[in-house]
Structures are given as structure tokens and as C-alpha cells.
């Protein structure tokens, strides 16, 4: 590995920062510090109709009081939009225009990707039916066997994804008009030089199809690492649609506590310390340790 290490942490501001997204925030910011790299602070609200006003805002005050700060310029996806849509073009004969609205997916689906969304049959691969125009822009996978991604994750090891069975085309730009999250990612990923990606597992079924983006694109695939996710006592995955409480440190103690539980999720084990640099001071080499660990074990 090379020893530049870019490494970002990509909240998006639908809400506060609850527990699940702290744990993911802590992991990339120690994986960062760890490896003596930058950490990258990006705002994903390219969904802009979910994003919450003032949400930005709090997460990123949140995050200075717990000692997180961006080692660059924070990056909003809603200023971007311009740069999503040439990358977009230079997919040329790679994206198509798809008229299909969710109903006549959901009937003619192939199955449901492990992520949860329809798999696309592929009606509009070789054009618009006539009398249809334009509702999203999706992109053309490969055809099995030629749709296998390969790749190997820091904690789960080698991982692989058939496009054309477990995803299908998939969308580029919304039918509401919205750029995509698996384009928006790559794109910022490539322009911020993003070697590292520390994120929940929940979005690990993600990462197959942002490869095939970053081949069609010419641009490097970093290095990933999925964590485990934060779940309530029902098992689903904790967010604010399960009704996750906002992490709100009130003071230094607050603040440590909440770093500490993040800490022990993520197998961390130190002693509690008096002062919020003290955590850093004993999470980093902690989470140095971890990794030895587990990607040894990933490599197996």
C-alpha cells in the first residue's frame, strides 16, 4: 500500500447524528489516524429532499466536540451537481434512459438485491418504448459471467457480487431528478483522492457496483472496510426510522461516554479515560491492534 492515506467520513444530514453513524464516524476518523493519513469530512445531502435544515450543521459541531475535525475543506454533494453530470456523460453508451416507473418495476422485478431494491429486468436496455419518455438514467451491468466484482474487504475478506443477478442496471439520476448516491460517491471519492473507505456493513452490497463505476470511470478503487452496524433491540439496524436518539454529548464527560460505548461496539478495549485527548490517545493504538487482528484473519 502506498503511504498516502486519504480516509472521510459521509454523514448524511437527514437528521442528528445518532449512535450507529458515531460508530462508523469513529472507525474512519481512528483508521485515518492510525495509518498517519488525512481525514475528510463530505456531506451527503445530494438527496436534497431528505436532507433536514440546519442538520449539516449540528453534525459537524458534533463532531468538534468530540476532537473530529476535517483535515481539508468540508464538501457538500448539493454544490456538485455540475460534476455528476459529466461524469455521467462520460459514461456515453454505458447509461441509458429508462422510462419505468416504480409499479412496473416492482411487477417485472427479477428478485430483490441484497440491499433490499428491485432488481431491474432490463426493459429499456435497447431503447424507450414508444410513447415513453425519459423518467431516470441507468447504468448497463455486464452479463453473467462477465458481471462477477471481486474484491477484498479489510474485515470480511474477499467478497463477491454478481451485477447482473444481485443488482441489476441501476440508477444514475432519480426520476425526481436527484443524482444518484452510487454516482455521487464515486465521484467525490476520485476527486478527494480517497484511498480508504471505513463505513457500515450495511453498505457493503453497495460497493460492488461502485467498483464497476470507478473501472467504466478510470479512476483508482480505495481500499474498503465494513464495520459492524448498531442495531435496536428489535435487531433491525439502528436509524433514526427505528427511532435511534441522537448522540448529544452534553459536556466532556457526555462526550467521552459517548465515544467510549462507540469504542467498545467496535471490540475496543481500554480503560475509561479522565480527558477527551486521553481517548484519542488510547483508541488510536487500540484500533491499530484491532486491525492486526482482524485483517489477518481476512486475508485467510
Excluded at 86 to 112: F, K, M, Q, T
Excluded at 118 to 142: D, E, Q, W
Amino acid at each position: 500500500m502506498s503511504n498516502i492515506y486519504i480516509g472521510r467520513f459521509a454523514p448524511s444530514p437527514t437528521g442528528p447524528l445518532h449512535a450507529g453513524s458515531l460508530v462508523a464516524a469513529v472507525a474512519s476518523y481512528l483508521d485515518a489516524r492510525a495509518h498517519h493519513g488525512e481525514w475528510l469530512i463530505r456531506i451527503e445531502d445530494i438527496d436534497e429532499g431528505r436532507s433536514v435544515p440546519g442538520a449539516d450543521m449540528a453534525i459537524l459541531a458534533l463532531l468538534d466536540s468530540l476532537g473530529m475535525r476535517s483535515d481539508r475543506e468540508v464538501v457538500w454533494q448539493s454544490r456538485r451537481k455540475d460534476v455528476y453530470a459529466a461524469a455521467a456523460e462520460r459514461l456515453g453508451a454505458h447509461a441509458y434512459p429508462c422510462g419505468c416507473n416504480r409499479r412496473e418495476i416492482l411487477d417485472s422485478r427479477l428478485g430483490v438485491a441484497p440491499d433490499g431494491a428491485a432488481i431491474y429486468p432490463g426493459t429499456c436496455r435497447h431503447g424507450l418504448a414508444s410513447g415513453r419518455s425519459m423518467r431516470s438514467l441507468r447504468l448497463r451491468v455486464p452479463d453473467a459471467p462477465d458481471d462477477a466484482i471481486t474484491f477484498i474487504d479489510r474485515f470480511a475478506g474477499p467478497t463477491t457480487q454478481h451485477l447482473a443477478s444481485e443488482s441489476g442496471d441501476f440508477v444514475l439520476k432519480r426520476a425526481d431528478g436527484y443524482w444518484a448516491y452510487q454516482l455521487a460517491v464515486v465521484v467525490d471519492d476520485a476527486d478527494q483522492g480517497v484511498t480508504d473507505i471505513v463505513r457500515g456493513f450495511d453498505l457493503i452490497d453497495s460497493t460492488a457496483r461502485q467498483i464497476y463505476l470507478q473501472r467504466l470511470l478510470g479512476v483508482p478503487t480505495p481500499r474498503y472496510l465494513h464495520v459492524p452496524v448498531v442495531r435496536n433491540a428489535s435487531g433491525e439496524k439502528l436509524s433514526k426510522q427505528t427511532g435511534a436518539l441522537a448522540v448529544l454529548p452534553g459536556d466532556e464527560a457526555a462526550a467521552i461516554d459517548a465515544l467510549m460505548d462507540a469504542a467498545r461496539f467496535l471490540g475496543l478495549l481500554f480503560e475509561r479515560p479522565a480527558a477527551l485527548a486521553g481517548f484519542w490517545e488510547r483508541a488510536i493504538p487500540a484500533w491499530s491492534a484491532l486491525l492486526a487482528k482482524r485483517e489477518v484473519r481476512a486475508a485467510v
